[in-house]
């Protein structure tokens, strides 16, 4: 009889419950869970070799530092800690007043794990600093941004009611590979084969998800905020507008309306180059939606106009009306919120806004490398792998070897930890007590506390134990007998030991994920330590959403008691729990003031200003490449092995036929990709579903890989050196990934031999 054990799939941000069964340190074998409550036994084609994960000749087993040489030599973690301590310290006593510290921190979570977060806040903290970057600061900001204009918060994040709408309209994202809500496939499969629920799919390439829809609307690239806006002002026009629920919920639609009417539709639609005949039939199923949910991704929020594309798709349900009815977009609870609310605080280096607690990810090289008194002079990597995934990579690279100090910590030998002076290995996400705060669901929403299927590999230590003996190190813990103390507390008066720790906590507010680790961590069972940062969020949860928590438990108790049992059940249910399930007009009281504000006037004013004339290509760079697709067999950086690539093994260009010849290219040859930032060589492929002059290459590729000889090879495109990190939206800094001006080239003899040569040395090792 099969063992199988509960964890959850850590390849895309769904993660979904899986069943494992092991042999010792190995995933041998892979279903969905279907007693997770969420993904109730969902899977798709990624991971049934998850154990390539955690197991691969680049899995870290010791602390490295850099030699003076550029090489990494292996440290004691005690060497590599009391060192980066001292740096660290130096660094903090040698930082003037008036700055926002000088650590810049990376990442803090991947896809499926962000315990580590938690005690990076802390480091953070102990070192002033409030310079965050992240993924989200590279794709959600501005979401965030236009969330905090219309309903008065950036933590107030949005939902999709997908399984029960009758009408997805899906813009610039794919589903069907990409994910980005539960059991996607099935759901996207049930609205085709349900004659009464409609699909509008929105990408310039008839995407997979796109070939299923009832209306495809492929739009030249990037004129996203063109035809939204045409079609926005088509649905008021025809009547639209939901006048009860504009006038019961919301400021400011006259100015908004006053914005649309004024939309010359015919020549925005003309600009995105879609077909009048298939924008009418979109309009008809908009107007006769009984409940509409709008599911959008990086197609617009990496595209052109990233911003004002994320408020137009949130003014295409909120003025229609399918906001926070079943099917229809709404908020969400949060067990504990994964970003932090910003009040307009700016970068005095590049004057970027903090949005969501973050600066944009493509300013990091301009933080590091200014000539500015106030300038970021250490880099804190964690769970990220920016020198593959930052736009810009040459400027990453630069800004990792120009600051004082690198650290990165990860499971992997990463390009980015190649580049550290530091690296620290972390157990990985099999390894510990892990779980991710993308809980996104309304009206029920879920969490799932993962336990550890191994023992840390040896040499690595858990997130919680690495910041938490650094801070140690720095002094910023209190001393053992106090920590003795607050355990005692901890267990047999845990409901108090906020009160118990309080005269510590005031001295140094931020360590508290350490102090509580340290603490209450020790009282809980079966080394779950690291989920004791989980405990203040729970009784904060359970304050913020009472009558949601005590239904979805099933229990009345409130208040302390609320929270401590809601704690004791995360910590009781390996398959994940619903934590929060509200009624549906609670909604409202999720944000600031229970009305949206409908009208933004910065949005406003940008949508007036656009103008189809001056949208114009650059005839050097005609192409519009999609620089980081999502497909069958990508997942961001977190699966390196090249065996697992189950197709696309060398992450080819795509493009369609006419596309490659009038480079000169047939499909298989080598193809040279050429920005205004950058060059690399790609494999070519002919794919006639992208639309004319729109190329594509895929995400999560250009590893750098053990070639099994003592030499390392490159796998796939790296992406990111063709990124022009100044080619980005004015608010939020998002680069425009979706929509790259390139061209393609033939390649030299030599860029071709060399690309030949690397992709024969990986398919040696798929083969292995
Ligand atoms: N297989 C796989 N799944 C993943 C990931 C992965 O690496 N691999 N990564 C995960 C992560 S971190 C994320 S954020 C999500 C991203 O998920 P998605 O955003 O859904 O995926 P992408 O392929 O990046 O881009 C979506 C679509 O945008 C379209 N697009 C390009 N330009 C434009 C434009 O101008 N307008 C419009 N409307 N569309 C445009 C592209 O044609 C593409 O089909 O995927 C997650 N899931
Ligand atoms: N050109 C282009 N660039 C892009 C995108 C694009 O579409 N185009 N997409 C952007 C998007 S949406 C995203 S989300 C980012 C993703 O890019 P990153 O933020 O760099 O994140 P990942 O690629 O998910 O890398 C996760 C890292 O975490 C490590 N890791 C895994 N588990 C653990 C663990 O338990 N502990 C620690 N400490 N480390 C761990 C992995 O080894 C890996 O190095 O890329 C962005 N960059
Ligand atoms: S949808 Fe995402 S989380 Fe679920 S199995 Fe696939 S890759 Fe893993
Ligand atoms: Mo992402």
Redesign the pocket.
């Known amino acids: 009889m099969t063992d199988w054990h509960k964890t959850a799939c850590?390849l895309c941000y769904v993660n979904c419950g899986l069943e494992v069964a092991i042999d010792q340190r190995a995933i041998t074998r892979v279903r969905g869970d279907k007693e997770n409550p969420r993904t109730r036994g969902y899977l798709c084609q990624k991971p049934q070799r998850l154990t390539w994960?955690g197991d691969h000749p680049d899995r870290l087993t010791t602390p490295l530092r850099r030699r003076p040489d550029g090489g990494h030599e292996p440290v004691d973690w005690d060497t590599a800690l009391t060192e980066i301590a001292g740096r660290l310290r130096d660094i903090r006593d040698t930082t003037g007043p008036g700055g926002p510290g000088a650590l810049a921190y990376v990442?803090g979570g991947?896809?499926?794990?962000h315990s580590?977060g938690a005690y990076g806040n802390a480091l953070m903290s102990w070192m002033n600093s409030t310079r965050f970057f992240?993924?989200l600061s590279?794709?959600k900001t501005g979401d965030f941004w236009v969330n905090g204009k219309l309903f008065g918060g950036q933590v107030c994040h949005t939902s999709e009611g997908v399984e029960e709408c009758d009408l997805l309209v899906a813009i610039g994202c794919n589903p069907w590979q990409a994910h980005g809500f539960n059991r996607a496939r099935t759901e996207v499969n049930g609205i085709k084969n349900d004659p009464g629920r409609k699909m509008i799919v929105i990408d310039p390439r008839r995407t997979e998800t796109a070939d299923m829809a009832d209306v495809h609307l492929p739009l030249r690239p990037g004129t996203d905020a063109y035809l939204l806006g045409a079609i926005l002002a088509l649905v008021v026009r025809r009547g639209g507008a939901d006048e009860a629920f504009l006038r019961d919920h919301t400021e400011g639609y006259e100015e908004v309306a006053d914005a649309l009417l004024r939309i010359p539709v015919a020549e925005w639609i003309a600009h995105a180059e879609v077909e009048w005949s298939d924008v009418e039939r979109a309009v008809e199923l908009i107007l006769a939606a009984r409940a509409m949910t709008v599911r959008v991704e990086?197609g617009v929020q990496?595209g052109r106009n990233s911003t004002l594309n994320s408020y137009l798709e949130k003014l295409l349900y909120l003025v229609t009306g399918h906001f926070g009815r079943p099917g229809t977009n709404a908020l969400h609870s949060w067990l504990i919120p994964l970003w932090k609310e910003s009040h307009g605080e700016r970068s005095q280096i590049t004057g970027f806004e903090y949005i969501g607690g973050y600066l944009p990810m493509n300013t990091l090289a301009e933080e590091v490398l200014a000539d500015h008194p106030h300038r970021a002079r250490a880099v804190w990597v964690?769970?990220?792998?920016?020198a593959?995934?930052?736009?810009d990579t040459a400027s990453v690279e630069r800004a990792l070897a120009e600051c004082e100090l690198s650290v990165v910590?990860?499971?992997?030998y990463?390009e980015?930890a190649a580049l550290a002076e530091y690296v620290l290995p972390?157990?990985?996400?099999h390894e510990?007590w892990?779980w991710a705060f993308f809980d996104f669901e309304w009206p029920t929403n879920y969490f799932q506390l993962r336990r550890p299927l191994f023992a840390p590999l040896p040499g690595t230590l858990v997130?919680a134990e690495i910041y938490t003996r650094l801070l140690e190190k720095l002094g910023a813990l209190p001393d053992r007998a106090e920590l003795d103390r607050l355990t005692e507390l901890a267990r047999t008066d845990r409901p108090n030991l906020l009160r118990h720790a309080a005269a510590t906590l005031r001295k140094a507010p931020g360590i508290a994920p350490a102090l509580l680790y340290r603490t209450l961590g020790r009282t809980l069972p079966e080394g779950a330590a690291s989920a004791a940062v989980l405990w203040p969020g729970c009784h904060t949860a359970a304050r913020r959403l009472g009558p949601a928590v005590q239904r979805a438990l099933g229990t009345e108790a409130s208040g302390t008691a609320l929270g401590e049992e809601l704690f004791d059940r995360v910590l009781r249910s390996p398959s994940g729990l619903a934590f929060s399930e509200h009624r549906y007009d609670e909604v409202w009281s999720l944000m600031r003031s229970e009305r949206v504000t409908l009208a933004v006037p910065e949005l406003l004013a940008w949508l007036t200003s656009l103008d189809p004339a001056a949208d114009r290509r650059d005839p050097d760079f005609p192409l519009s490449l999609v620089?980081?697709q999502r497909r069958s067999h990508n997942a961001?950086?977190?699966l390196?092995p090249p065996a697992w690539r189950k197709s696309d093994p060398d992450g080819a260009l795509r493009a369609r036929s006419e596309d490659l010849s009038a480079a000169g290219v047939a499909p298989g040859d080598w193809v040279a990709v050429v920005s205004r930032t950058g060059r690399l060589v790609a494999r070519a492929e002919a794919d006639e579903t992208l639309r004319a002059g729109q190329v594509a290459l895929p995400?999560?590729f250009g590893m750098s890989v053990p070639d099994g000889r003592g030499g390392r090879v490159t796998h796939g495109p790296r992406?990111?050196l063709l990124?022009d990190a100044a080619d980005r939206d004015p608010i939020a800094g998002t680069?425009h990934?979706?929509d790259m001006p390139v061209r393609l080239e033939r390649p030299t003899p030599e860029e071709r031999e060399t690309a030949q040569r690397d992709s024969d040395r990986v398919h040696a090792l798929m083969r292995t």
């Not at 991947?110 to 794990?113: L, R, S, T």
């Not at 593959?388 to 736009?391: E, I, L």
């Not at 972390?426 to 996400?429: D, R, T």
């Open positions: 850590s994960y990442g991947g896809q499926g794990n580590g992240g993924a590279q794709e990086l990496q964690d769970s990220s792998n920016p593959n995934t930052a736009a910590v990860d499971i992997a990463t980015t972390a157990a990985s996400q510990k892990e997130e620089n980081g961001n950086q977190i390196r995400h999560g992406i990111n990124t680069p990934h979706k």
